[in-house]
């Protein structure tokens, strides 16, 4: 079975800039989360996507966004990118919200 | 709301050798605990995971993990260390599972393993 996969793996913008990020889980499940990793603060909970449906969001500004479709998939958005936005982007996947996470491999961004 | 606190940032041991990774956790309910590891340009790998079950957890390539509800803590051990564990270690608290309602994964600030030949 296939892992969880991300896309872009890397990604170069500028500031102000927006950027939207993909995440496909394991075939059949139908949770998905975003977590945000940097040096400074480690790994960062973004939100989390059931059945299409936000079910938690972490500490992040409204720039952050996201959404998920009906085949599971989803994608992340950051709109008006700054410095800091700069960060490994890492989606996992779970059969639902309650069971073990699986993380795909990334999508680094750097913000020039 | 819960928390992790990864004692050790930085851990050097020779191969062959026994790991300890130490991990102490705060939570209002009952945990669900894991432990991740990362490699070098990888994304996070699951290595095992403590749900209410059986407080020795065996996980992947001969780790394992000891939950003490006493002392909160849940720290990551292997018999031997081999070349190939040399990574970034993560300690991992869950308040879904136990309908604490907070924010996805907790996780520690990460331990940096290093293995001597």
Redesign the interface.
């Given at each position: 079975k296939a892992g969880?996969t991300q896309t872009p793996r890397y990604l170069i913008k500028t500031r102000g800039q927006q950027v939207t990020l993909s995440c496909s889980p394991i075939s059949g499940h139908r949770s998905v989360?975003w977590?945000q990793q940097t040096p400074g603060q480690?790994?960062?909970?973004?939100?989390?996507y059931f059945s299409e449906t936000q079910r938690?969001?972490?500490?992040f500004p409204g720039r952050f966004s996201g959404r998920q479709f009906s085949n599971s998939r989803s994608e992340m958005n950051v709109s008006t990118l700054e410095l800091g936005d700069s960060a490994l982007y890492?989606c996992?996947s779970s059969l639902t919200?309650?069971e073990?996470?699986?993380?795909?491999?990334?999508t680094r961004l750097l913000v020039l | 709301a819960q928390s992790v606190t990864q004692l050790d940032s930085h851990v050097s041991v020779s191969e062959g050798t026994p790991v300890l990774l130490r991990c102490n956790y705060s939570s209002s309910y009952s945990p669900s605990l894991?432990w991740?590891v990362q490699h070098p340009n990888?994304?996070?790998?699951?290595l095992l995971?403590y749900t209410s079950a059986a407080t020795l957890v065996k996980g992947i390539n001969g780790f394992e993990a000891e939950f003490k509800k006493s002392e909160t803590s849940f720290h990551l051990t292997k018999p031997s260390a081999h070349m190939s564990d040399a990574a970034e270690y993560?300690c991992v608290v869950s308040g879904?599972?136990s309908g604490g309602g907070d924010?996805?994964?907790?996780?520690?600030?990460?331990s940096h393993l290093i293995i001597q030949p």
């Amino acid at each position: 079975k296939a892992g969880v996969t991300q896309t872009p793996r890397y990604l170069i913008k500028t500031r102000g800039q927006q950027v939207t990020l993909s995440c496909s889980p394991i075939s059949g499940h139908r949770s998905v989360s975003w977590y945000q990793q940097t040096p400074g603060q480690g790994l960062q909970f973004l939100f989390e996507y059931f059945s299409e449906t936000q079910r938690n969001k972490g500490n992040f500004p409204g720039r952050f966004s996201g959404r998920q479709f009906s085949n599971s998939r989803s994608e992340m958005n950051v709109s008006t990118l700054e410095l800091g936005d700069s960060a490994l982007y890492l989606c996992a996947s779970s059969l639902t919200e309650l069971e073990t996470q699986y993380f795909g491999p990334g999508t680094r961004l750097l913000v020039l | 709301a819960q928390s992790v606190t990864q004692l050790d940032s930085h851990v050097s041991v020779s191969e062959g050798t026994p790991v300890l990774l130490r991990c102490n956790y705060s939570s209002s309910y009952s945990p669900s605990l894991f432990w991740y590891v990362q490699h070098p340009n990888k994304g996070l790998q699951l290595l095992l995971k403590y749900t209410s079950a059986a407080t020795l957890v065996k996980g992947i390539n001969g780790f394992e993990a000891e939950f003490k509800k006493s002392e909160t803590s849940f720290h990551l051990t292997k018999p031997s260390a081999h070349m190939s564990d040399a990574a970034e270690y993560f300690c991992v608290v869950s308040g879904l599972y136990s309908g604490g309602g907070d924010d996805g994964l907790s996780f520690g600030e990460g331990s940096h393993l290093i293995i001597q030949p």
